[in-house]
């Protein structure tokens, strides 16, 4: 009806002051009333309480999840770092160790190589040159006793020729493989020849800058060196019509380097590399870059530095163990 529409949304002691008149009535209204509210708003605390500690340990949990996946996180990393750095460090080792029994192994290889070169060139040296130049004695003892015949005189100066062009190959021969002066002399003294030599038949001033002393080095170390020695001054004869020649000769703790400089056209050294190498042109069949490979299989550095109108430069330095 009209009348209880009016009454939705009002209180209860409201539509009781109106409706009842009684007094005792509306006190006991009140009072229930009061009771309500109080119950409402307990349970409505507690609920409320109850939701926040819910809340309250579900954050903590939801801290200590997190932390817990960061610590594994982080140990997991730590891990695979610390593995990592262990494999490195093993295949590193692994590596190292097999390039040093392998270099091992080449240097062996160098010096049983070297003392085969050194005892053949001494055979060379000591017993075919002697021998053929004794024959060359004999044709000419024959020569002398033998009648004027023309044509067996010139049997016999033929004779005389091949056997000289026969000593003269077996004594190139022999320096191919090792020059006797190095075990004769030693390296610094057998530099200070070669440089003689090429002083006869050059117009450069040489300078020679060595040791005091003597180096004993290993035979394999003083023939690479004298090679080198040997490579540059020739090429400079032939090629770098340099005035001025600087060879350097020094040993510092176990550490021996030989530098050689001109002041000569110089040259493009990647253009040569390219280039097949003659052997006409190459009196020893070794060449630079085989040199440079003779160096790097004993460890050493070999550098040039060289341009065009700028002169060449060839340093290398050999570590030579006590």
């Known amino acids: 009806s009209f009348r209880e529409l009016e ?9 009781v002051d109106r409706n009842v008149e009684d007094e005792r009535m509306s006190k006991l209204m009140i009072s229930f009333e009061n009771k309500y509210y109080q119950i409402d708003n307990f349970l409505s605390d507690v609920l409320s309480k109850n939701n926040l500690k819910d809340i309250e340990n579900q954050l903590k949990l939801a801290q200590v999840r997190k932390n817990t996946s960061v ?4 140990i997991s990393l730590v ?6 750095i262990g494999i490195t460090y093993i295949v590193y080792k692994s590596l190292k160790e097999e390039r040093e029994h392998r270099e091992l192994l080449v240097r062996r290889m160098i010096r049983v190589e070297e003392q085969e070169r050194k005892n053949l060139s001494r055979q060379m040296h000591d017993q075919l040159s002697q021998d053929l130049s004794a024959l060359k004695i004999y044709l000419e003892l024959i020569e002398k006793e033998m009648n004027q015949n023309q044509e067996q005189k010139e049997k016999i100066e033929k004779s005389k020729k091949i056997l000289s062009s026969l000593i003269e190959k077996s004594h190139n021969i022999s320096q191919l493989l090792r020059p006797p002066q190095l075990d004769e002399l030693g390296l610094v003294e057998s530099i200070k020849v070669l440089i003689s030599e090429y002083k006869e038949i050059t117009d450069c001033n040489y300078t020679y800058s060595k040791p005091e002393q003597e180096l004993h080095l290993p035979p394999e170390y003083s023939l690479a060196f004298y090679r080198i020695a040997q490579e540059a001054l020739t090429n400079i004869a032939k090629h770098s019509q340099a005035k001025n020649v600087i060879v350097f000769l020094q040993k510092k703790g176990d550490l021996v380097s030989l530098c050689i400089k001109d002041d000569g056209v110089g040259f493009n050294y990647q253009e040569c590399l390219k280039k097949p190498r003659r052997r006409k042109e190459d009196r020893f069949g070794l060449g630079l870059q085989g040199l440079r490979e003779r160096i790097e299989l004993l460890g050493g550095n070999f550098s040039i530095d060289t341009a065009p109108n700028r002169g060449t430069k060839i340093k290398v330095e050999l570590i030579v163990s006590k």
């Open 79 to 84: 891990s695979s770092i610390v593995l990592g």
């Open 7 to 15: 009454n939705i949304g009002k209180k209860l002691v409201e539509i």
């Open 71 to 74: 610590l594994i996180l982080m």
